[in-house]
């Protein structure tokens, strides 16, 4: 019966050759291309998916071995998005999470349930359907915003912390799923509840709390190995063993992840972490994709076409209803409403479980199975629609401005200066920074400077400023300046060559540790570059000259005319940024 719908037991099997060589060659062929079009990848995984997997020339014919592998996608997804996040602000979202989110959910299952009743299904069918399509796609939202640049947007935040009680309501509802289809056996359903979710809750404090004590001091160890592939191998250890501990837990494996991430967003190594792992979160959410397109039923979609439109456009319109009523009742503007209502319109991928669950207790006639599964992949499948669709319908009836309207992200800097290892010389420079109201960013690869610093609250970060990723991570883009003060020579010029190809518009000043070594960087066309001996060497010239009859102010002033030849290009930086400061 499962099989007829594509689902079986998670871990059945992992994909032969020729799936991985199918799947890499679709993402070499169709994201390049989607991306010339200008539409959103996504599209293009789901179309793939659906003309290779078993209904279209069945080039792949096990959903199973594809998805199984598939599903760590979600789980690296919710790792960077716990990332983006910390402990605090979680807790400042805890209105949208449990107040908007839970009421979502709820007053959603309840009308698509009572939609469901209506149309001849069974109390209990009708309650299982309403609650699978109440929830809304993580993978397709998240991904879609990230692609617009619009996880930051309040309405952004708001559809996210939607999504995140969702993830939080699957438990429940798949014990509801094991309740009805026991309860002829006379188990108890509120005992069973209460004790998994007890069982859930105490996982999630226990994780939190430890997590925050074993996991830096684990990346502490490892940073002092410093071992590039050992760095990649550790964060892969921290997200898929948090996953698994919490679905052994009764909780999903990608909420498990997203704590993960929340526990490492407030350490010193979030950076280099999340560019360690962004590799594996691409190719894997790509997999994702295609394995949703596969398990659309092309026989049930040209049988029941009729009738699956006439269901989406219900189902799209009673949901993104239900959405932005509570989101202008929680305070949202209506462009924000709006789009929070359209974004979440969609069902999601923890539909095809709750379905699956339900199926094989019987509680949900197959061929009503098959059409729910094909409805719920053809509403994802439009997700990438939906939500440029809501950026145009705010903009042509409620004006550009409310579509511009894009509040920044807490963790974005822009005009800052990225200070590329952090010992003596990178200190005083971000001394400097502080006293100018400059805001930097640094990385280094000690831990234990990093550890220290972090106790004083400087924002230090593990990271190797020879990864053009981990730089990025760091809004190299966006900076006023990078600094590069490294003290291994070829590192130095590596980095130096990477910000010069990578980001040539963007003012580096590189600290040389000589004159020989400066007028090399000179060669490979850096503009600025500070000799580390020339401060002592103006020192000492400037006593030599004094006690040589030089008047001080005459030695203060040469020092003065060669450091400002020296220094002048920083000092431009340094002035424009404080005088835009105080314009703005």
Same mark, same amino acid.
């Given at each position: 019966?499962?099989?007829?719908?594509?689902?079986? !037991?998670?871990?059945?099997?992992?994909?032969?050759?020729?799936?991985?060589?199918?799947?890499?060659?679709?993402?070499?062929?169709?994201?390049?291309?989607?991306?010339?079009? @200008?539409?959103?990848?996504?599209?293009?995984?789901?179309?793939?998916?659906?003309?290779?997997?078993?209904?279209?020339?069945?080039? +792949?014919?096990?959903?199973?071995?594809?998805?199984?592998?598939?599903?760590?996608?979600?789980?690296?997804?919710?790792?960077?998005?716990?990332?983006? $996040?910390?402990?605090?602000?979680?807790?400042?979202?805890?209105?949208?999470?449990?107040?908007?989110?839970?009421?979502?959910?709820?007053?959603?299952?309840?009308?698509?349930?009572?939609?469901?009743?209506?149309?001849?299904?069974?109390?209990?069918?009708?309650?299982?359907?309403?609650?699978?399509?109440?929830?809304?796609?993580?993978?397709?939202?998240?991904?879609?915003?990230?692609?617009?640049?619009?996880?930051?947007?309040?309405?952004?935040?708001?559809?996210?912390?939607?999504?995140?009680?969702?993830?939080?309501?699957?438990?429940?509802?798949? +014990?509801?799923?094991?309740?009805?289809?026991?309860?002829?056996?006379?188990?108890?359903?509120?005992?069973?509840?209460?004790?998994?979710?007890?069982?859930?809750?105490?996982?999630?404090?226990?994780?939190?709390?430890?997590?925050?004590?074993?996991?830096?001091?684990?990346?502490?160890?490892?940073?002092?190995?410093?071992?590039? !592939?050992?760095?990649?191998?550790?964060?892969?250890?921290? +997200?898929?063993?948090?996953?698994?501990?919490? !679905?052994?837990?009764?909780?999903?494996?990608?909420?498990?992840?997203?704590?993960?991430?929340?526990?490492?967003?407030?350490?010193?190594?979030?950076?280099?972490?999340?560019?360690?792992?962004?590799?594996?979160?691409?190719?894997? $959410? =790509?997999?994702?994709?295609?394995?949703?397109?596969?398990?659309?039923?092309?026989?049930?979609?040209?049988?029941?076409?009729?009738? $699956?439109?006439?269901?989406?456009? =219900?189902?799209?319109? $009673?949901?993104?209803?239900?959405? /932005?009523?509570?989101?202008?009742?929680?305070?949202?503007?209506?462009?924000?409403?709006?789009? /929070?209502?359209?974004?979440?319109?969609?069902? =999601?991928?923890?539909?095809?479980?709750?379905?699956?669950?339900?199926?094989?207790?019987?509680?949900?006639?197959?061929?009503?199975?098959?059409?729910?599964?094909?409805?719920?992949?053809?509403?994802?499948?439009?997700?990438?629609?939906?939500?440029?669709?809501?950026?145009?319908?705010? @903009?042509?009836?409620?004006?550009?401005?409310?579509?511009?309207?894009?509040?920044?992200?807490?963790?974005?800097?822009?005009?800052?200066?990225?200070?590329? =290892?952090?010992?003596?010389?990178?200190?005083?420079?971000?001394?400097?920074?502080?006293?100018?109201?400059?805001?930097?960013?640094?990385?280094?690869?000690?831990?234990?400077?990093? @550890?220290?610093?972090?106790?004083?609250?400087?924002?230090?970060?593990?990271?190797?400023?020879?990864?053009?990723?981990?730089?990025?991570?760091?809004?190299?883009?966006?900076?006023?300046?990078?600094?590069?003060?490294?003290?291994?020579?070829q590192a130095a010029h590596k980095a130096f060559e990477i910000v010069r190809d990578m980001w040539p518009d963007?003012?580096?000043?590189?600290?040389?540790?000589?004159?020989?070594?400066?007028?090399?960087?000179?060669?490979?066309?850096?503009?600025?570059?500070?000799?580390?001996?020339?401060?002592?060497?103006?020192?000492?010239?400037?006593?030599?000259?004094?006690?040589?009859?030089?008047?001080?102010?005459?030695?203060? /002033?040469?020092?003065?005319?060669?450091?400002?030849?020296?220094?002048?290009?920083?000092?431009?930086?340094?002035?424009? @940024?404080?005088?835009?400061?105080?314009?703005?």
């Open positions: 019966m499962l099989e007829e719908m594509g689902f079986g !037991e998670i871990g059945h099997g992992i994909p032969a050759l020729r799936e991985i060589l199918t799947f890499l060659l679709a993402s070499i062929i169709l994201v390049p291309l989607f991306q010339k079009l @200008k539409a959103s990848p996504i599209l293009g995984f789901l179309i793939t998916g659906a003309i290779i997997g078993p209904s279209g020339f069945a080039v +792949i014919a096990d959903i199973e071995g594809v998805r199984t592998i598939a599903e760590f996608g979600v789980v690296f997804l919710l790792f960077t998005i716990g990332l983006e $996040l910390s402990v605090e602000r979680l807790r400042a979202m805890r209105r949208y999470v449990f107040g908007l989110g839970a009421a979502q959910v709820f007053i959603t299952a309840i009308a698509i349930a009572a939609v469901a009743y209506a149309w001849g299904n069974a109390p209990a069918a009708a309650l299982l359907i309403g609650a699978g399509l109440a929830l809304s796609s993580t993978a397709m939202v998240m991904q879609t915003l990230s692609e617009r640049g619009e996880i930051a947007s309040r309405f952004g935040r708001v559809s996210f912390s939607v999504l995140l009680f969702q993830d939080l309501a699957v438990a429940p509802i798949l +014990i509801l799923v094991t309740a009805f289809g026991s309860s002829a056996e006379g188990s108890n359903l509120f005992a069973d509840g209460l004790w998994t979710l007890g069982k859930a809750a105490l996982a999630v404090v226990i994780l939190l709390f430890l997590g925050r004590i074993v996991l830096r001091g684990l990346l502490s160890i490892v940073a002092n190995v410093g071992s590039t !592939e050992l760095n990649a191998a550790t964060a892969l250890f921290i +997200i898929l063993g948090i996953a698994a501990a919490t !679905e052994m837990a009764g909780l999903s494996m990608a909420l498990g992840a997203f704590l993960a991430g929340l526990i490492l967003a407030e350490t010193e190594f979030r950076h280099q972490v999340e560019a360690d792992i962004m590799p594996f979160k691409g190719l894997l $959410l =790509g997999l994702f994709f295609i394995s949703v397109g596969m398990a659309l039923d092309l026989s049930v979609l040209l049988d029941s076409l009729g009738w $699956l439109l006439f269901s989406l456009a =219900g189902l799209l319109a $009673l949901k993104t209803a239900i959405t /932005t009523g509570l989101a202008l009742a929680f305070g949202l503007t209506r462009p924000e409403a709006v789009r /929070t209502g359209l974004s979440l319109a969609e069902a =999601g991928e923890f539909a095809f479980v709750i379905l699956a669950s339900a199926l094989t207790f019987k509680l949900i006639p197959p061929e009503t199975g098959q059409f729910m599964a094909v409805l719920a992949g053809l509403s994802m499948a439009l997700t990438p629609l939906l939500v440029p669709f809501s950026a145009w319908l705010v @903009k042509r009836y409620e004006g550009a401005q409310a579509a511009r309207e894009r509040p920044a992200h807490d963790d974005t800097l822009r005009d800052h200066v990225v200070i590329c =290892g952090y010992g003596r010389v990178g200190q005083t420079v971000a001394d400097l920074m502080r006293l100018q109201t400059v805001p930097y960013v640094a990385l280094d690869l000690d831990p234990s400077l990093i @550890k220290a610093c972090r106790a004083r609250s400087e924002p230090v970060f593990y990271g190797d400023a020879i990864r053009p990723d981990v730089l990025e991570r760091f809004g190299a883009s966006r900076a006023a300046a990078i600094v590069i003060t490294l003290d291994a020579p963007v003012p580096v000043f590189v600290r040389a540790a000589n004159a020989e070594e400066a007028d090399r960087y000179m060669k490979l066309g850096a503009r600025h570059v500070v000799p580390e001996t020339l401060e002592a060497s103006l020192q000492l010239s400037g006593q030599v000259l004094h006690a040589l009859g030089t008047p001080m102010e005459a030695v203060n /002033t040469i020092i003065e005319r060669i450091r400002q030849d020296q220094y002048a290009p920083i000092a431009d930086v340094i002035e424009g @940024k404080s005088a835009s400061e105080k314009e703005s």
